[in-house]
């Protein structure tokens, strides 16, 4: 993990960290932010992809594909590109537009399939058979967890007084960390990271309701699979979750939680008027777990991953709107 650090793009690196007391009066606890969109692709994901890139152009490999819900596919587009790979996406035709349009911006191929992203998958995984090039799995691939597993020392140095990134305010130390759950990778990198460093600090992930499995299958301490997903958190919207990353999951999570999309919604719009943010579904999660669960998290101090701000304009105004929030039952 550390190793990881040297070789990713430095604009990637030392994203910043801040208390956000704007937050605070609706939210009941101590919150700060873990800004993981300030970069070129506006999510984690190119931690990971910059890993994964570096070591194929070391190893004098050419192409590469993936699939993607979007995020990723930007990611592994951008650091590709800037190292002469050619690099396909394949992804589902109803991701999100904003994000197939930058994939393709940045000049990788993209592929559309009919079908979510477990069938962009199995499209991803026959076209390496046959052209017998790199298949990028987010999540099972350990270089996209070494990469994300970075954000989980910058706030270990940052909690330490440490690094070039530190946690400025009158609060204590942070006592919680709550990650957005979707493959895997964030949350075990991450979780990893401060289970050796930080033991202290409970890593609780959060999940869509609409979109359980992989919290699910926490609980369970067994693989469970959904036929569907239906939530407006595309990035986390995953069916089959991965065995191995599930392994993983279990020895670094101490809890894992799902959240209603009028939560989620209701943590976009407190993101927006109170931090200024922007943000996709997906990286509101951890806003949504607190507005369902104040007690829980009265009087701490918690650090949320803002992981993503690709979000399709027309559908963002339409949920955030100008009407008042969705309510919350707690």
């Known amino acids: 993990m550390r190793a990881a650090r040297r070789v990713i793009d430095p604009v990637f690196l030392d994203s910043p960290l801040y208390r956000c007391e704007a937050l605070e009066p609706g939210l009941g606890c101590a919150v700060s932010i873990k800004l993981e969109t300030a970069n070129p692709v506006r999510s984690f994901k190119g931690r990971g992809t910059e890993v994964i890139a570096s070591l194929l152009a070391e190893r004098g490999e050419r192409a590469v594909v993936c699939a993607s819900a979007g995020n990723l596919g930007q990611a592994l587009a951008w650091s590709g590109r800037g190292r002469g790979l050619d690099v396909t996406v394949?992804?589902?035709?109803?991701?999100?537009?904003?994000?197939?349009?930058?994939?393709?911006?940045?000049?990788?191929?993209?592929?559309?399939?009919?079908?979510?992203?477990?069938?962009?998958?199995?499209?991803?995984?026959?076209?390496?058979?046959?052209?017998?090039?790199?298949?990028?799995?987010?999540?099972?691939?350990?270089?996209?967890?070494?990469?994300?597993?970075?954000?989980?020392?910058?706030?270990?140095?940052?909690?330490?007084?440490?690094g070039p990134v530190q946690l400025a305010g009158a609060a204590p130390p942070f006592d919680t960390v709550l990650v957005a759950l979707g493959g895997g990778a964030l949350a075990t990198g991450v979780g990893h990271v401060l289970k050796a460093l930080a033991p202290g600090v409970e890593v609780i992930c959060v999940q869509p309701s609409g979109a359980p499995a992989l919290t699910r299958s926490w609980h369970e301490r067994r693989v469970v699979t959904t036929d569907t997903t239906d939530t407006i958190a595309d990035g986390v919207a995953g069916r089959y979750p991965i065995p191995a990353v599930l392994d993983d999951l279990l020895l670094v999570a101490d809890d894992a939680v799902l959240v209603r999309e009028a939560s989620i919604v209701a943590g976009m719009r407190m993101l927006l008027d109170h931090a200024g943010l922007v943000v996709e579904p997906s990286a509101a999660l951890g806003i949504a777990a607190i507005l369902e669960d104040r007690d829980r998290f009265a009087g701490r101090h918690v650090v949320t991953i803002v992981c993503g701000s690709n979000v399709d304009g027309d559908a963002y105004r339409g949920w955030v709107g100008a009407g008042p929030l969705p309510a919350v039952r707690t």
């Open 90 to 162: 394949v992804a589902s035709r109803f991701a999100t537009v904003a994000k197939l349009d930058r994939i393709r911006a940045l000049g990788a191929g993209l592929e559309l399939v009919d079908g979510d992203h477990e069938l962009a998958r199995e499209r991803a995984a026959a076209i390496a058979r046959h052209d017998g090039i790199r298949l990028v799995e987010d999540s099972l691939d350990l270089e996209t967890c070494e990469g994300a597993a970075t954000i989980g020392l910058e706030l270990v140095e940052a909690r330490d007084g440490r």
